[in-house]
DNA sequence: TAGTGGTCTAGACCACATA
DNA sequence: ATGTGGTCTAGACCACTAG
């Protein structure tokens, strides 16, 4: 085993074999029980985070990994059930267990829940419209958790459907994260955003919480939607994170649903 | 073990040991593969949907189940782990298992996902406003898997928040359903109109889908939740499931956002 | 103290993909 | 034929609750 692979510790066992504490002790000392599960999972999470794998590559099976880890493969199994229920790995029986990528089609309609009033759900074409440095605004500084005035990147862009514009949006990330990201490059590129993000900043998002509230189309909607002032709208406000729950991109959007509609999932 | 309780045939074993089908056999006569654990859960599921235990109740011990299906403990916890995850039944470690209840302040905004902007959650009160008997119209019939003009109960209410009318819904369920529902009992309820359809009728929603779009306020909606006409608000369909998918409720609903907000997680 | 769910292990075998 | 994830079992022990 490496040395910068550590194995884990059972915490009951250490604990008390050291004769420090007893069981109940450590409990009552504030030391927050974490099955050994979840300390690979941790570990694992680690990994995934460092770019040990990249997205779109297996990991080591499960086997590999309860042998660098000294546990169990059902341990390091139930690690990874985890993982794979937030959507992090994706399992494949007979092939093995993959970092998820936002490059595939089959995943291109996790962070976006627009879907057609009839008819199958369909590609989306981004027109990307500005893409600059700015100084972070007090409230998009807050949801970063950055400071106000930091510098930020920020996009616009506007997404169309069957060639009718239905998305505008503004995108604001720490400039700190997509050094070198230009106009040029976003118009050149084709596919998801995240897409990008992932392969060629080393920025993957794992989650995102969504508000959405109903607005009358202002001047800049209006324009670039080709609608009247005074449509009622869509706004979403999106904050994505990455491992660690930490905020890495805020999206401010505009949907047009005439056609189109919001789904979500009550479970 | 009672004669309504089976116990689970192992595929594998039933079929091989009866001579009639090899393993490779099995799957091209198109028998769809199921492991265990998930005959298990239907098992359980089935036990659900016909009362066996009730919302709020426990249901027997995992080794009583394991007992029951003569199936080890380790395949119970499997099938039992993924009502769970889908909320239908509750853990409590050291207490049981338990049917989940829609009367439970814990749960109330599982299938509510107004927000306000600022400040903690806040209980909503209802004000029912209609409940009749009328035909299926076409529309509502097609999501309700009925037929057109078959006889469905529609209520209409009002939500405030804070003492402020934010939302009013039509809502229609199968009048088979909820027979003997009156605009007096709704009236003299108290508490979630989901936990009344559970203890009154049996009928239970596991799950929902909401599709969402921003539209202006007509005069119903201008006049009940006293705004002007054309206000933006947000207009959320809901189907609502009980076990087997079968849809058993639509509500059209109008929500205004000026001070709250819906919230989607995206994972 | 007894009963419940929660964790961890070890081993056997099945299903699937690939070479 | 081999290696991967998927299922199932049996047993030991831990954590939590309640009588």
Same mark, same amino acid.
């Given at each position: 085993?490496?040395?910068?692979? %550590?194995?884990? @510790? ?6 008390? /074999? $050291?004769?420090?504490?007893?069981? +109940? ?29 990249? %997205?779109?590559? @297996? ?6 990994? /309860? $042998?660098?880890?000294?546990?169990? +493969? ?138 959405i509230r109903a607005v009358a189309a202002g001047p800049a909607e209006s324009s670039v ?18 491992y660690g729950d930490r905020p890495v991109e805020v999206r401010r959007g505009h949907y ?12």
């Amino acid at each position: 085993m490496s040395s910068n692979t %550590p194995s884990v @510790a059972r915490q009951q066992d250490e604990a008390v /074999a $050291a004769g420090n504490v007893s069981p +109940q002790e450590r409990l009552s000392i504030g030391a927050a029980f974490s099955p050994l599960y979840r300390q690979i999972k941790a570990l694992i999470l680690q990994s995934l985070d460092r770019g040990e794998w990249k %997205p779109g590559e @297996a990991i080591p099976s499960e086997l590999d990994l /309860a $042998a660098r880890f000294k546990v169990s +493969q059902g341990t390091v199994r139930k690690a990874i059930d985890e993982l794979a229920a937030e959507n992090i790995l994706l399992r494949r029986q007979g092939k093995g267990t993959f970092v998820t990528t936002h490059h595939e089609e089959r995943v291109r309609f996790r962070f976006l829940r627009l879907c057609p009033d009839d008819g199958p759900q369909v590609g989306s074409d981004s027109h990307y419209l500005d893409c600059r440095r700015v100084r972070a605004p007090a409230e998009i500084a807050r949801l970063l958790d950055v400071k106000t005035g930091d510098s930020l990147v920020q996009i616009r862009r506007r997404l169309s459907f069957s060639g009718k514009p239905t998305i505008i949006e503004d995108i604001w990330l720490p400039g700190a994260l997509v050094k070198g990201l230009t106009y040029e490059r976003l118009s050149d590129y084709k596919g998801p955003l995240y897409g990008l993000f992932e392969t060629e900043f080393g920025v993957r998002m794992i989650r995102a919480d969504e508000k959405i509230r109903a607005v009358a189309a202002g001047p800049a909607e209006s324009s670039v939607l080709n609608l009247q002032e005074g449509t009622p709208l869509l706004q979403i406000e999106r904050v994505s994170y990455t491992y660690g729950d930490r905020p890495v991109e805020v999206r401010r959007g505009h949907y047009c649903t005439a056609n189109y509609h919001y789904l979500s999932n009550l479970n």
